[in-house]
């Protein structure tokens, strides 16, 4: 992790968009509508690669940076749109995960695609 | 951010995943389909509203609760599918950022929709 | 409906597909990714309009026009895709729709947003 | 194609929403949303297949139903979205195709997954 961590991101994610005068458009739902827009962009990415092509897709440099810079725009809107809401990214999945635990038990879950979902 | 921050969570979710046998269903492929999967669970959760219902939605327990607990879910897969890249989400977001900052000059960007995506 | 129909658009994307030897890459799996992108794209255009001009954004030629070409997008890969499971598209979304009337009887589901995700 | 075809479709999806008077919610933007937020359900369906094993899920009756339902509720809300839009779903399709072909002739797109999006 940069050293800032996602704080210092939060912080610098709020200065950029109050330096453009976006806070207007920056509502939930419109933060979540750029969020999936980018992962959409993310998927076009690995939409013809086999899963075990998309593996090794961060050994293409072309492919790679391109891949990494979706993550970047990703995690961008997903900070903004946790900031817009007042909910900690890390926290909200900790919580999640420990769900997770409860609902796919360990000797219950092993090797199971379908119980992968939601966790 | 929560104590443990996102390498903390990076942690957990690898040791959840190799408890249970998935880290064969985690290839980049895999994950980013299911990040946009939980993505579109945030969506339908915030699709009927009005942005500004969309702003207040936190409010109500029930409606925030979900929506909690569907950004944990989306950082989940993310910081799964980043982890699986071997991309660190925090520098990834600050470099788009960056970039970002270079595309849309705060003189000219200042207060234009047209202007937002990206950022 | 233009002329030819479904069925038309159907053939003439397997001939487009076949003729570039792209059936390969057209599995159930990369083709929902490439859908998803799709709409990726179309929510972008949408992102930060409100309600109100999202409902006036065809009368923007230039606007309009990416709009139009995007849904047509998201149209051909769900078109392909289900041809490639063997799904007829208006078959599956009428029975679907007939589930729905099922669930969301009129006198209950009368103007409640709440009730409306499915249908 | 089932007989009403897509127009029948198109009536059929205006009058459900008219008796529940749910055109209120039925802007551009929250149909785009509620047609990411159902690809996203279809997503998580095939997510944890191979490519492969995504090309044979129609014969298995349960997770081949799902996927059928799925993919109806992304065509009832495409065409809800295109009626919306006053655009014609087939038209807008045929029309991208033709703009594919021009990008991508066949004698240098065979074959080649690199070319494939858009198409």
């Known amino acids: 992790m940069s050293d800032p961590g ?20 920056h509502t939930p739902k419109n933060l979540a509508m750029a ?3 980018e992962v959409g962009e993310l998927l076009a990415e690995l939409q013809w690669l086999t899963p075990e092509e ?3 897709v961060m050994t293409d440099p072309e492919a790679g940076g ?9 995690m ?6 946790a900031d817009a ?4 990214l890390v926290e909200a999945a900790t919580d999640k ?3 997770s635990a409860r609902r796919y038990p360990v000797e219950r879950a092993r090797g ?3 119980k992968a979902p939601g966790a």
């Open 76 to 81: 961008i809107y997903l900070v903004r749109l």
């Open 112 to 114: 199971s695609a379908a």
């Open 35 to 37: 969020l999936a827009g």
């Open 85 to 88: 809401l007042g909910v900690d």
């Open 54 to 56: 998309s593996a090794r």
């Open 6 to 25: 996602i704080d210092g991101l939060v912080h610098a994610l709020r200065r950029f968009a109050d330096e453009r005068d976006w806070g207007q458009f």
């Open 97 to 99: 995960l420990a769900d």
């Open 66 to 74: 391109r891949v990494r810079a979706e993550i970047g725009d990703v």
